[in-house]
């Protein structure tokens, strides 16, 4: 019931194009949905958040879309980068409480020049 | 500036052999975490602590220890009996635990490789 599947497992989009990354939780008690994105030995750092109260949120080239019925939400990065080339991971907690994130597996992005 | 600094950067261990990794931070942060992150496993919770003196198992605590003796640091030992060791770790903090904001400052990560 903690899980986060996330797919696909990995990406290649070419520079210009839209990425598409999909997540899907099991507890229906999750109410923040952030996604955070990592280069080559770095840490991960946050991206975009989104609160269940919303079915959208942009920031610049990057929305994150949410269906709460579906129990699913998805990160599009349009126009994409080849500096955008990353593992983005999904992740979900209760906003109340005392609770840790679950985090998806992951997702390598390659965008080709 | 302020952020996370873990130490050092890539480890080598033998087998059998305890090893300590660092980790400070300089953010004012009450909580700290350390994941472990293998290739297409995500990030895996080991330990957390929202305060000092207190910490709590995360899901993959075997193997592993840790202790919160000052708010600025967060140091993980893996131990001999952890079955699997090679890995990258990293550690992250936040405000008063996950909770508020949601968001984790991270550091740059530890690579640890046993022989």
């Known amino acids: 019931q903690q899980q986060v599947k996330q797919s696909p497992q990995s990406l290649i989009v070419q520079k210009g194009g839209i990425s598409i990354i999909n997540c899907a939780y099991e507890n229906t008690a999750f109410d923040y949905f952030p996604w955070y994105q990592q280069f080559p030995g770095k840490g991960p750092a946050l991206l975009i958040a989104i609160r269940p109260d919303v079915s959208e949120k942009k920031e610049g080239r990057f929305t994150i879309s949410f269906n709460k019925s579906a129990k699913q939400f998805s990160l599009h990065i349009m126009d994409s980068q080849p500096g955008d080339s990353a593992t983005y991971f999904c992740a979900a907690t209760l906003n109340s409480g005392y609770s840790t994130l679950t985090f998806g597996k992951g997702t390598m992005l390659l965008v080709s020049p | 500036d302020g952020g996370i600094t873990q130490s050092p950067k890539y480890l080598f261990r033998k087998e059998g052999q305890n090893v300590t990794l660092s980790c400070e931070q300089n953010?004012?942060?009450?909580?700290m975490y350390w994941y472990r992150q293998d290739p297409g496993q995500g990030l895996r919770l080991i330990y957390y602590?929202?305060?000092?003196?207190?910490?709590q198992k995360g899901d993959i605590a075997e193997g592993y220890s840790v202790s919160r003796e000052k708010k600025e640091s967060f140091p993980l030992t893996v131990t001999s009996a952890q079955k699997n060791p090679t890995a990258f770790y990293l550690c992250?903090?936040?405000?008063?635990?996950?909770?508020?904001?949601?968001?984790?400052?991270f550091g740059e990560g530890s690579r640890l490789t046993v022989l």
């Open positions: 992250a903090s936040s405000i008063k635990g996950q909770f508020n904001t949601g968001e984790l400052f």
């Open positions: 602590s929202q305060i000092v003196n207190d910490f």
């Open positions: 953010l004012n942060h009450d909580a």
